[in-house]
């Protein structure tokens, strides 16, 4: 019994010295968790890992830090079709110049899939958490995070501030 | 019919050839002017305009001919593609291939929630260099609309009622030390790629 308890706890900081988190018998793990520093709103990227045979979902996110953590999905509208030299614009000026047309924007989700046997990753341009902060984070910060999900329950994560590159 | 009038009948008929050759003429030009007008190479500047600056000061981009300048429109609630653009932009205006005078203008896409403060705040996390341009819709929307800039408020569900993200054109402008646009970069592009196109669109 001391045994198993001294092999969870050395378990426990292997797991966290290799930036996952796991809650004990738990099929679900966060690796790679990142975030910039950031003024006012930061963003959490990570990869979610579901090691089960059943589908689980990320369906929420606290931090001490933040007034509210939400998830989110960035989306790009490519607009290739759209003619930009025939708006009503002014857009002959553009010539035949190809302009990327893309328009990107973000919704919020109400979760966030991790299927069973694979992975999902949080990354820019896709899918993220949105931490609304109450101070501002600069690198070397972290962010206390606790994600909820719909079968593991919740899992806490410390998220390092890395410096931009 | 008398030589006088004969005489006359020939004036008004030379009279006429000169008119319609001048006429053609003129008719001829007009769509030839029009044509190179249209398809005939041009500087293709960018559009001007003047914002207020992150301190405040007005900001007017034909200040900065001689200079390359890159465009982005964005906002600072936008925390996962408008930092990740701003951080590639930073770390490219670093490299040594780059112009060293580029210039980095940020135009807020968010007004309301963007003041001169927050910009300030926020453009020191990458570069103090970097100029954020914000104002009234009023002056804001001709810009947009001069650099095709699409942006839509778009309600998120969940967090504070007043909590909403705006959906924009992530196009990079690059504009040349003549004040032409030369190019465009998409937000996605890897470091690399704005470096190239930093230096190629100066």
Redesign the interface.
């Known amino acids: 019994m001391k045994r198993s308890i001294t092999l969870a706890i050395a378990l426990a900081i292997a797991l966290s010295a290799a930036g996952v988190a796991r809650a004990a018998g738990s099929p679900i793990s966060v690796s790679d968790a990142w975030s910039?520093?950031?003024?006012?709103?930061?963003?959490v990227y990570a990869t979610l890992r579901n090691a089960g045979s059943a589908p689980d979902r990320l369906i929420g996110a606290t931090s001490p830090i933040a007034?509210?953590v939400?998830?989110?999905q960035?989306y790009?509208?490519k607009m290739s079709g759209m003619s930009?030299s025939g708006?009503s614009?002014?857009?002959?000026?553009?010539?035949n110049?190809?302009?990327?047309?893309?328009?990107?924007?973000?919704?919020?989700v109400?979760s966030i899939p991790v299927p069973p046997g694979g992975s999902t990753m949080l990354k820019?341009?896709g899918y993220?958490l949105?931490?609304?902060l109450r101070h501002?984070l600069k690198a070397g910060d972290t962010i206390p995070l606790r994600l909820h999900f719909a079968n593991a329950g919740w899992l806490a994560v410390t998220v390092p501030v890395k410096p931009?590159? | 019919m008398s030589a006088v009038q004969a005489f006359a009948g020939r004036g008004r008929a030379r009279l006429a050839t000169i008119s319609l050759v001048v006429l053609l003429a003129a008719v001829a030009t007009i769509p030839l002017a029009a044509l190179w007008q249209a398809f005939g190479p041009k500087p293709n500047l960018a559009p001007n305009f003047t914002l207020t600056d992150q301190t405040g000061r007005p900001f007017t981009l034909s200040a900065l001919r001689g200079v390359p300048v890159v465009l982005f429109f964005g906002y600072t609630h936008c925390p996962d593609t408008c930092p990740a653009t701003l951080a590639k932009l930073a770390q490219a205006v670093r490299s040594s291939a780059a112009p060293r005078d580029v210039r980095i203008a940020f135009v807020t896409v968010d007004p309301a929630r963007d003041s001169q403060a927050v910009l300030a705040r926020y453009l020191r996390l990458f570069n103090p260099r970097f100029i954020g341009l914000t104002g009234t819709f009023s002056v804001l929307d001709p810009v947009y609309s001069a650099y095709h800039v699409w942006r839509e408020d778009v309600p998120v569900n969940h967090g504070p009622a007043d909590d909403y993200s705006v959906a924009h054109g992530a196009a990079l402008t690059f504009i040349g030390r003549g004040g032409a646009i030369r190019g465009y970069g998409s937000w996605d592009d890897d470091t690399s790629l704005m470096i190239h196109d930093l230096k190629e669109f100066q």
């Open positions: 910039r520093p950031a003024t006012g709103t930061a963003v007034t509210h939400g998830l989110h960035s790009e509208t930009m708006g614009t002014g857009g002959g000026s553009m010539g110049m190809p302009m990327p047309g893309g328009m990107v924007g973000m919704r919020s109400s820019p341009g993220h949105m931490v609304d501002d931009l590159p």
